[in-house]
């Protein structure tokens, strides 16, 4: 029983201190909603995260691993948002939104050097986003995630037929996301691809292979259909009334 209690304290924070006070903090002020709560956690969470001027934390935030967050000046984190820091840490830029139900997680493997979550300014990670960073998940600034869309910076080894696959391990190699770039609504990015500069990914395609700077890729695998810089697309004219 003892053995199973440090194991589940060993996933939750990084010493049995820190659980302790960062579930105190959390449980105290976590819940209080409307402004008020925005308010007195932008005041309180100083003590068990590292917040650069003032951050939005909604009611309902879940936070492991607080010591090993950074919040830059004007991030907001949205209802149901759930940040899972270990090993590597998670850094959200400033003026950054995290939204409703999205998860961030890094998981517990202690051994991979390049885990963690980074986050550039001014970018969107949509509702019930899914990204895990084993392998290290880097996007810049300005880039927008639609609702749904899943990153994730780890594959499980299934070569040996006599093992489970569960027993093999896994490879992490990382995924990066340059600055500017759209991934669409429901769009998976699987582990070692970059996403270019300006890049557009559409909605729902399942990216196995790097999108080049200022190019579109669509379907499942997705591949590259348009370079926007020797084939622009057409304005949208929004009528006026």
């Known amino acids: 029983m003892l053995e199973q209690v440090n194991l589940y304290l060993s996933r939750q924070s990084s010493s ?24 007195v956690r ?22 492991r691993f607080a010591d090993q967050v950074h919040l830059g000046r004007g991030v907001y984190l949205d209802h149901g948002v759930y940040l899972h820091a ?53 996007i810049g600034n300005d880039v927008f995630l639609a609702p749904l869309v899943q990153m994730l910076a780890v594959n499980h080894v299934y070569h040996d037929t006599t093992r489970p696959i569960s027993l093999q391990g896994i490879t992490c190699q990382g995924i990066t996301v340059e600055d500017g770039a759209w991934i669409g609504g429901g769009a998976i ?32 695998p997705a591949r590259i259909v348009r370079d926007l810089r020797s084939q622009p697309l057409e304005p949208v004219k929004i009528p006026v009334y």
């Open 16 to 39: 049995v201190g820190r659980y302790v006070w960062e579930q105190v903090v959390q449980t105290v002020v976590g819940w209080i909603p409307g402004i008020i709560g925005i308010g």
């Open 86 to 138: 270990c090993p590597g840490g998670i850094s959200i830029g400033p003026e950054s939104y995290v939204m409703k139900n999205a998860i961030l997680h890094v998981y517990n493997f202690r051994d991979l050097p390049h885990a963690g979550i980074r986050i550039g300014a001014r970018s969107l990670i949509g509702e019930a986003c899914i990204l895990r960073g084993q392998g290290g998940i880097t």
């Open 189 to 220: 990015i699987l582990d070692g691809v970059r996403i270019g500069k300006n890049a557009v990914v559409g909605a729902g395609a399942v990216v196995t292979r790097d999108v080049p700077d200022y190019c579109v890729a669509v379907g499942n």
């Open 42 to 63: 932008a005041l309180a969470y100083r003590a068990i995260m590292r917040i650069d001027g003032v951050a939005a934390i909604e009611d309902g935030v879940r936070i």
